[in-house]
T-cell receptor, first 114, second 112 residues
Framework: KQEVTQIPAALSVPEGENLVLNCSFT??????LQWFRQDPGKGLTSLLL?????REQTSGRLNASLDKSSGRSTLYIAASQPGDSATYLC?????????????FGKGTKLSVKP | DTGVSQDPRHKITKRGQNVTFRCDPISEHNRLYWYRQTLGQGPEFLTY????????KSRLLSDRFSAERPKGSFSTLEIQRTEQGDSAMYLC??????????FGPGTRLTVL
């Protein structure tokens, strides 16, 4: 059974710092991995999607990497801003079997202090 | 196109009542998903449709839950005889096949 773990559960940093969020998954047979942002009481906003054949994806100050063989992904946020404060969720889409659902971690709650 | 929409955004009900939620996907998306999220947890998959066909249901979807997508466009999720344990955020997402899922704002259900 695929399980997704995110470490740390919470992180507080001063504005301007670079930071890394970690995601690990137990089964390397994935179709893709997706990082989401969730603001309190709101839905999810997709940040980056990495296909299983890719190593990384970049969007602005965000860079996500994928090491499928070791079951790990990282989300790197450069020059953090208070507006980056949110919960960041990692989700994998399993390869084979169910083609529909995403399996999520519990998220990392990020707080960026001015 | 304004993305995935869900209605209502908040619902408070008493235990034992039935509730129904609606999701309107992005218009050209043929896949529609329902997830449930409780406080401090990531979303958990409930079910998904491709067009009007319900292709998969999670074991989380008990007999009290039913979802429909009658014309392959909007979907409804009904919970019968609600229990306090049903209190959660219910999220809808849509996508094209093999493309990223786009999520709606969710419906927060509180069962008293």
């Amino acid at each position: 059974k695929q399980e997704v773990t995110q470490i740390p559960a919470a992180l507080s940093v001063p504005e301007g710092e670079n930071l890394v969020l970690n995601c690990s998954f137990t089964d390397s047979a994935i179709y893709n991995l997706q990082w989401f942002r969730q603001d309190p009481g709101k839905g999810l906003t997709s940040l980056l999607l990495i296909q299983s054949s890719q190593r990384e994806q970049t969007s602005g100050r965000l860079n996500a990497s994928l090491d499928k063989s070791s079951g790990r992904s990282t989300l790197y946020i450069a020059a953090s801003q208070p507006g980056d404060s949110a919960t960041y969720l990692c989700a994998v889409r399993p390869h084979g079997g169910s083609q529909g659902n995403l399996i999520f971690g519990k998220g990392t709650k990020l707080s960026v202090k001015p | 196109d304004t993305g995935v929409s869900q209605d209502p955004r908040h619902k408070i009900t008493k235990r034992g009542q039935n509730v129904t939620f609606r999701c309107d996907p992005i218009s050209e998306h043929n896949r529609l998903y329902w997830y449930r999220q409780t406080l401090g947890q990531g979303p958990e998959f409930l079910t998904y449709f491709q067009n009007e066909a319900q292709l998969e249901k999670s074991r989380l979807l008990s007999d009290r839950f039913s979802a429909e997508r009658p014309k392959g466009s909007f979907s409804t999720l009904e919970i019968q005889r609600t229990e306090q344990g049903d209190s959660a955020m219910y999220l809808c997402a849509s996508s094209l096949v093999s493309h990223p899922q786009y999520f709606g704002p969710g419906t927060r259900l509180t069962v008293l």
